[in-house]
Every structure is written in C-alpha cells, then in structure tokens.
T-cell receptor, first 114, second 114 residues
Framework: GENVEQHPSTLSVQEGDSAVIKCTYS??????FPWYKQELGKRPQLIIDIRSNVGEKKDQRIAVTLNKTAKHFSLHITETQPEDSAVYFCAASPPSGGYNKLIFGAGTRLAVHP | SQTIHQWPATLVQPVGSPLSLECTVE??????LYWYRQAAGRGLQLLFYSIGIDQISSEVPQNLSASRPQDRQFILSSKKLLLSDSGFYLC?????????????FGPGTRLTVL
C-alpha cells in the first residue's frame, strides 16, 4: 500500500525566513496531494493541495511543488510569520475505489520565532 | 455550506468502559465519512471509512467498531476501552465524487482512558 514519509519532523525558523517541508510517496498511482495545518488542540485544516497533472501551485505565501518522476512533493512557506507556527501534515491519495483515501505523513512541527 | 460536528469534545473514561463518539455532517448528502485517531504528538491514523449507510470498512484491527445508521451520521464505538485507546479522534467527510479528494475534519474528541 501507499506509504508517505515526511521531513523534517521539526523545523525552526526566524520570522521572515522561508520554510520547506518535503514528502515522498511510494505509490506512483497516487493522484492527489493535500497539505494540512494543525494548530495545538485544533482540527487539521486544508491549506493547499495539488493534483498529479500539475507541477506547482501557489496561494499567496504558500506553494506546493510535485515531482511525479521522483515521487516527492514539497510545501514552501515564504516570509514566515509567528502565526505559521503549527504542525503540518502532507498526504497522498492512492486509487481506492472512489472513496478518496488519504495516507498521511507523520507531520512537521514548525516554529517561527519573532 | 457544509459543517461537521463531533461530540463530546472531551471524554475521560475508565479502562474497560464502553465508548460512543458521534459525528454528523450538515449541508451535503451521501458524503464519504472517515474516523481517524491521532495519538499525542503523532500523525493521523485512518480507522474506518464509509461510502454509504451500513457500508463500513476497517483499516486496522482493534477493539473499536463503527456504524452509520443514517446518511450523515457516523458513530465510533467500543465495548471495552483500553489504555491505548486514548487519543484525539477526528471525523472527516469528503464529497461523494471520485473527482473530489478533499477531506474536511470535524473539531475532534479528546479521549483519555484511565
């Protein structure tokens, strides 16, 4: 089955710097790759996603890139702010009979220091 | 717009006691529904998914069970809780369409088994 690995597990940056989180997946048939942000004690919130027919997607300060050949995708946050501090999860969606299964990475704890 | 509810928000139960967590979705019909568990400081583990009433599939063997008595209601149960059942339980929904992969999470139930 699909396996998603996420790195790094923790990331500490200064406010204004960029942050990059990387994920690799094992099932070449996976076709959808979302990123979720989870603040302490809260539910995961979808922040950006990308489908396998697109190489890059950007939404203001966040962007996601996908390399299907290498089976990896990355989250880029520019001009980080303290409110970006949270745990970020990547996920991959392998074909699963129409019910949209998501396999999650283990998460990256991002700390943005003022 | 669609909303997802979970209750209770927090629960403290003794080992060996039963469990019933409820999830309901509003503003959509025939959603795909999911139960995840998140252990403290860990990632998201898919427990059950459902594509329709009384159509439940389990992802991992455990002492938990799930039921979907109504289209927009998903229940997670246990007859006898174990210490290892402690965690943050998240319900999620996605549209009933193979072209939509997004999953949206409920606010979660924090379960502590003592």
């Amino acid at each position: 089955g699909e396996n998603v690995e996420q790195h790094p597990s923790t990331l500490s940056v200064q406010e204004g710097d960029s942050a990059v989180i990387k994920c690799t997946y094992s099932d070449s048939a996976s076709n959808y790759f979302p990123w979720y942000k989870q603040e302490l004690g809260k539910r995961p919130q979808l922040i950006i996603d990308i489908r396998s027919n697109v190489g890059e997607k950007k939404d203001q300060r966040i962007a996601v890139t996908l390399n299907k050949t290498a089976k990896h995708f990355s989250l880029h946050i520019t001009e980080t702010q303290p409110e970006d501090s949270a745990v970020y999860f990547c996920a991959a969606s392998p074909p699963s009979g129409g019910y949209n299964k998501l396999i999650f990475g283990a998460g990256t704890r991002l700390a943005v220091h003022p | 717009s669609q909303t997802i509810h979970q209750w209770p928000a927090t629960l403290v139960q003794p080992v060996g006691s039963p469990l019933s967590l409820e999830c309901t979705v509003e503003g959509t019909s025939n959603p795909n529904l999911y139960w995840y568990r998140q252990a403290a400081g860990r990632g998201l583990q898919l427990l059950f998914y459902s594509i329709g009433i009384d159509q439940i599939s389990s992802e991992v063997p455990q002492n938990l069970s799930a039921s979907r008595p109504q289209d927009r209601q998903f229940i997670l149960s246990s007859k006898k809780l174990l210490l290892s059942d402690s965690g943050f339980y998240l319900c999620a929904w996605s549209p009933d369409s193979s072209s939509y992969n997004e999953q949206f999470f409920g606010p979660g139930t924090r379960l502590t088994v003592l």
